[in-house]
């Protein structure tokens, strides 16, 4: 009897979604005892959809997540960062593959720290034999990491640098032309809790005594906008 496998494919990207699908499909062709029960969501809503439906179902066993995905319309999902946080919480067992773009040391930290992904790679670096390799290392309970992280795990840069969801946030939605006064409309804290939020932030980013701007150029140089 054939071991289904509930999938999510989190990717913007149709055709990327066409070319994972077909990925898992020639996996589960070469091993009878595995059948994909693929599902795709190319945003935050969407995907955040499919994982509230897997927890009332099915739960979700394996995750394709790209991190650079469009923010969920009401901004508390900003991110394939989120959801992999939030899919670790409600799925404890489930596999996580994180394919990202950044290159940035401090961000792809920061995606260790909150995600804890079994697979990480970099879209650059990833190939046919890599995803599929990937792929059937993460179900027989191993990691796999490309060159690009195992660099990363090499350095050992500091967890003391992860921003938390929040932060996440802040930093979003500034960068999106929302003003500081406005951002309880978005984020349940008062005016003076996002101002020491924003202070700690710039202390992070050693910009303590700049703007906003200064803030947020630095913060895009990290990874994190």
Known sequence: ????????????E??????????????GNSEVDLDFKIKSATDCDTANRAIEKAILGQPIDLVLLDINIPASKDRTLVSGEDLGAKIREVFPLAK????????NNYRLNNIFMTVNPDAF??????????LTKAVKMVLDGDIYYSNSILHLARLHISSDFTLDR??????????????????????????????RRKRALKEIFSVEHKDD???????????FI
């Open 213 to 223: 701007g200064a803030l947020l150029m630095e913060a895009s140089k990290k990874g």
């Open 1 to 12: 009897m054939s071991k289904h496998i509930n999938t999510l494919i989190v990717e913007d």
């Open 121 to 130: 790679l970099i879209k650059t670096e990833i190939s046919l034999p890599d």
């Open 96 to 103: 996580i593959i994180v394919f990202t773009s950044h290159n």
């Open 166 to 195: 929040i932060n996440r946030r802040i930093l979003h939605l500034l960068s999106k032309g929302i003003k500081t006064k406005d951002l309880t409309d978005y984020i349940n804290l008062s005016k003076g809790g996002i101002e």
């Open 14 to 27: 149709v055709l990327t979604i066409e070319g994972l699908t077909m990925i898992l499909e020639q996996i």
